[in-house]
């Protein structure tokens, strides 16, 4: 359907349709440019979609007219996907998205990467994809980018050679401007993020954990998906942790299953399906990772990072590698869990041996990262 209605339909020269995490969740940089392009004159008169998964569940979130919600991969999807003249995504797009040469596709991304992806990943340890039909993939979603929207120099580096855009000859399709997702990092008050913590219902006075690991290539089940097996007790974690500790839970938007931890009520909290990861970030006091690329953004908070790698041989010989050498992260490695709950009651003083390592990471990753960025991005894309 997807190749006829493209062929057919008449482009709208001012309708741009969003997406973020294959329709799973209003936010990243696909919002970010929404919400700047909502509130600017300039587009007064353009037509906005947004294409989630579970569209009436996200009605609740916009309350302009000329925005449109659809569901992700039905009809009235592709009809709108063939008729805007901007596609503005954050995901690597199945190969039915067939775009016509006079439409322009905004490749957002999600993130600076850590771990290798696409054309990079070198082992074979993915449980559902072959790394030759990852490449393969990878280089088609490059082929119909237009714009690849980047926050560094090292980023630009890493999404030429891992989207094969050197292979292209289309280097100059990055804009490097910092990342539109980042950029409500620099306007949190003091009164949102108070706001933002009642909401959660996180007590006041609490240290707030934001314990966000990333899926594992391996953990797949055929039918379901990426599945994640929780790499910490957290029933040890509660008995060891003083009672002003409180821990929110953010797993990947890939990660299928998910981990029921209601008896943990006033210690922990699920929040995996929560929109914004940047709401997460402004009223957490620390954040704990693995391997994902959120303490990039993170970093732009100046707050302490542990890293607990449990599986770290297994990862990084096995299924992804890194870009990085470990040494230069911001914070330190933790592989035992006996010693994450000690590194986490110490944080304030350890950070302190990471200062040097912090400081270079925000220069070298988030140094465009600010609250103009949105603005920025915009007028290269549109121009």
């Not at 482009?11 to 349709?17: A, D, H, L, Y």
């Not at 709108?80 to 998205?97: C, E, K, Q």
């Not at 990262?369 to 549109?382: L, P, S, Y």
Request: hydrophobic share 35%; net charge negative; glycine share 4%.
């Amino acid at each position: 359907m997807c190749q006829r209605l493209s062929k057919e339909a008449v482009i709208n020269e001012k309708k741009v349709i969003f997406s973020a995490f294959s329709g799973r969740l209003y936010a990243c940089s696909p919002k970010a440019i929404y919400e700047y392009m909502i509130q600017s004159p300039e587009f007064k008169d353009y037509t906005f979609v947004w294409a989630f998964t579970k569209p009436d569940q996200k009605q609740h979130l916009f309350h302009d007219s000329r925005t449109i919600l659809v569901k992700f991969q039905s009809e009235a999807f592709f009809q709108h996907l063939s008729t805007a003249r901007y596609w503005v995504f954050n995901f690597t797009t199945p190969p039915y998205f067939i775009k016509r040469d006079d439409q322009i596709f905004v490749q957002c991304w999600h993130g600076t990467p850590l771990k290798r992806i696409g054309m990079d990943i070198q082992v074979d340890g993915n449980a559902a994809t072959k790394k030759e039909d990852i490449h393969k993939h990878y280089l088609e979603v490059g082929k119909i980018c237009d714009y690849f929207l980047s926050p560094s120099k090292f980023a630009t580096d890493r999404f030429i050679s891992a989207f094969g855009l050197n292979v292209l000859h289309k280097e100059h399709v990055i804009i490097e401007q910092g990342y539109p997702r980042n950029a409500s990092l620099f306007t949190g008050t003091e009164e949102k993020i108070k706001a933002l913590r009642e909401s959660f219902g996180i007590p006041e006075g609490k240290k707030v954990i934001l314990y966000c690991p990333t899926f594992r290539d391996d953990q797949y089940q055929k039918g379901l998906g990426h599945t994640y097996q929780l790499g910490i007790n957290l029933l040890r974690l509660k008995e060891k942790l003083p009672p002003d500790y409180f821990l929110l839970l953010r797993l990947h938007y890939l990660v299928s299953n998910k981990i029921d931890i209601s008896q943990f009520k006033g210690f922990a909290l699920d929040v995996s399906n929560y929109d914004d990861v940047n709401d997460l970030y402004l009223v957490s006091d620390m954040l704990v990772t693995d391997y994902s690329s959120v303490f990039f953004d993170f970093e732009n908070l100046h707050r302490p990072i542990i890293f607990y790698m449990y599986d770290l041989a297994d990862y990084k010989n096995k299924l992804r590698d890194f870009y990085l050498d470990l040494n230069e992260l911001p914070g330190p490695i933790v592989e035992k869990e006996r010693d994450l709950i000690d590194t986490i009651l110490n944080i304030d003083q350890i950070a302190q041996g990471y200062e040097g390592n912090y400081q270079r990471c925000c220069e070298r990753f988030n140094y465009l990262d600010d609250a103009e960025a949105t603005q920025r991005v915009v007028k290269e894309f549109m121009k």
